[in-house]
């Protein structure tokens, strides 16, 4: 640190860093009230502060003041994406699609998983919520068959899996959410499985796997949610699908901290967050108070939200974890760094979370499997083979190697880096899986492409890019073997090639 000397004094000064309040000796005469203060310039990484005998000056303090609340923006931004982003898709089922407490929604197709965040068009997604504030315990009854899935608290922390990855191992069952300051009910069928969580929201999902179309209807319909209260003569589950195409993107700006504050006013706080949820208060985010930031207040959060999402682009992007890479020969990631619970011994996941949630919603302990054989693998990719951003306006060839690790099926799907939803092309394709007729290669491999104009002879090979816009890969393996768990079997770069 740099001490420049700004008083007006006569006297030479050293720059010593230790040296902040002004020296005198016994013989020296009292500074008189009209004396000039003592001051001094500190040089930092945001610039000079000013010090009056040591002291910030009023105008340093509010600088320090404005720096300080717009680093807690910024840091709180990557704390709060789980959250947010399960705000966002409540929101969007409750007050665009019409979904009340313990509704679901199917999601399904192209159109249908471009509402939200890196979907995989391959299978269908079943998602809804419950505001266990408002309902009191509810049942979450999910079907017998092919089915992976999760209940989450509103931090988005697996509460439990249920379908082939869950306690009920696919056989289906009764799934009662209990939520904080609640009891169940001291007389349970034993065929109910009691599940506490420490939010009043809880929001569930699966997917259907099975490759029957009929089979696939008919589990998408077939979840039921109900009150506890309301058991001996539920009402029908409604089950939505949506009819207008949107696409799917976290909110920015003041809309990012406007969901955030609707969060913190309606949810306990758990101990882990006491300090964020300390830090926003400066900023006008407070339980109990409406969420009405001041002019200052205002132009520091959309600062924070601007660098924090810079941040998290860094941090989901070019991931600096131990051991997030899968393989050395190539710049595929594993895509879910973060543990299920969030909640380690030593310390709460901070940076892995947001890496994840950043770019993703939902989370269950089945996709980050170490079991051969069951659950989902993900590895994920934002660069090509000579580290650049992919780039949609030129051709690209992933080459996946013979025989994937998959008991089931493999897939690649392509997002959009602005957005972290499904490209959006006209020809309406974001996605190919070992489930659709590829054109495969003498050796077993098979080629996929990536490019505006599909190449010669692999039409069916070929994901459309969009000129202009960057995107990224997921390839996802359902049901891994123990070639992926081994590292043994390698999947190579993504590789700019000459257009054919």
């Known amino acids: 640190m740099m001490l420049v000397a700004c008083s007006d004094s006569s006297d030479s000064r050293d720059d010593d860093p230790a040296r902040l309040q002004p020296q005198t000796s016994p013989g020296d005469t009292a500074q ?3 004396d000039t203060p003592d001051t001094e310039q500190v040089d930092t990484r945001i610039g000079k502060i000013e010090l009056e005998l040591g002291v910030p000056t009023q105008e340093s303090a509010q600088a320090l003041f404005d720096t300080m609340d717009f680093q807690r923006a910024s840091q709180a931004y990557l704390w709060a994406l789980p959250t947010v982003g399960f705000e966002y898709v409540l929101r969007e089922q409750r007050e665009q699609l019409g979904a009340k407490n313990g509704d679901v929604v199917i999601y399904k197709g192209y159109q249908g998983e471009s509402r939200f965040l890196t979907a995989n068009v391959t299978t269908p997604y079943i998602i809804g919520f419950m505001d266990l504030a408002e309902s009191g315990p509810m049942v ?3 079907p017998a068959g092919a089915i992976v899935g999760s209940a989450m608290d509103f931090w988005q922390r697996p509460l439990t899996d249920f379908g082939v990855t869950g306690p009920d191992k696919g056989q289906g069952g009764q799934y009662l959410m209990v939520g904080p300051a609640q009891e169940p009910p001291k007389a ?7 599940v506490r969580t420490p939010t009043y929201g809880v929001g569930f999902f699966y997917r259907a796997l099975d490759t029957d179309p009929d089979k696939v209807a008919a589990m998408e319909k077939a979840l039921r949610t109900y009150p506890w209260t309301e058991r001996a003569n539920p009402s029908p589950t409604q089950h939505i699908v949506p009819t207008q195409p949107q696409m799917a993107t976290l909110p920015q700006g003041m809309a990012f901290w406007e969901q955030l504050a609707a969060v913190i006013d309606r949810e306990p706080v758990d101990g882990r967050d006491r300090f964020f949820v300390a830090m926003l208060r400066p900023l006008g985010i407070e339980r109990g108070k409406p969420f009405s930031p001041n002019e200052r207040q205002r132009q520091l959060l959309q600062q924070g939200a601007q660098v924090g999402e810079l941040m998290a682009k860094a941090n989901s992007f070019d991931k600096r974890f131990s051991g997030a890479r899968y393989r050395d020969d190539a710049h595929w990631d594993y895509l879910i760094m973060a543990d299920p619970e969030q909640d380690l011994e030593d310390y709460s996941q901070l940076d892995e979370r947001a890496a994840y949630f950043y770019e993703a919603v939902a989370l ?16 994920s990719t934002y660069r090509d083979a000579q580290g650049h951003a992919f780039d949609g306006s030129k051709t690209y060839r992933l080459r996946v190697p013979a025989d994937p690790p998959a008991k089931q099926f493999w897939s690649v799907t392509v997002y959009d880096t602005g957005t972290r939803g499904i490209i959006q092309n006209d020809q309406k394709i974001a996605d190919r899986s070992s489930r659709q007729d590829l054109v495969t290669n003498d050796d077993g491999s098979v080629d996929i492409y990536f490019a505006p104009q599909a190449p010669k002879g692999f039409e069916n090979n070929w994901i459309p890019t969009v000129p202009g816009r960057s995107w990224f890969v997921y390839f996802r393996l359902y049901a891994p073997l123990e070639g992926y768990f081994e590292q043994r079997w390698p999947l190579p770069d993504i590789e700019a090639v000459d257009k054919r």
């Open 32 to 34: 008189t009230a009209t």
């Open 140 to 142: 979450l009854e999910v």
């Open 188 to 194: 349970l069928p034993a065929d109910v499985r009691v």
């Open 364 to 379: 269950s302990k089945g996709m980050v499997t170490k079991t051969p054989g069951v659950g989902q693998a993900y590895l």
